[in-house]
């Protein structure tokens, strides 16, 4: 059974940086594509940011680009998000997410993620 757990969340300043971690297990993690996602209250979940499964290739939303940085370790089961200049408006619950096939091509899709994480808490006051 595949399980994300995801960590490094916290309310900061604006202008403060963040990483976050998620723990994979349960399948050969360095198969599949990792995704970052994103929902604030009141609104529906949102690409962050996505790593394929060898590390090669990154998405980023567009609201994010420049400022975060997705990155994997495949021999500690564990993805980041690198959050720097984090404003307001990046406020959410920060979801790690993989996918159900194995070395495809990354996704911003949400529908295009079989597992995820339970969320971590992001506040960032102005």
């Known amino acids: 059974q595949v399980q994300l757990v995801e960590s490094g969340g916290g309310l900061v300043q604006a202008g403060d940086s963040l990483r976050l971690s998620c723990a994979a297990s349960g399948r050969t993690f360095s198969n599949y594509n990792m995704g970052w996602f994103r929902q604030a209250p009141g609104e529906e979940r949102e690409f962050v940011a996505a790593v394929s499964w060898d590390g090669g290739n990154t998405l980023y939303a567009g609201s994010v680009k420049g400022r975060f940085t997705v990155s994997r370790d495949n021999a500690k089961n564990t993805v980041y998000l690198q959050m720097n200049s984090l404003q307001p408006e990046d406020t959410g619950l920060y979801y790690c997410?993989?996918?159900?096939?194995?070395?495809?091509?990354?996704?911003?899709?949400?529908?295009?993620?079989?597992?995820w994480g339970q969320g971590t808490q992001v506040t960032v006051s102005s």
């Open positions: 997410a993989t996918d159900r096939s194995p070395r495809i091509s990354p996704s911003t899709a949400t529908v295009a993620y079989t597992y």
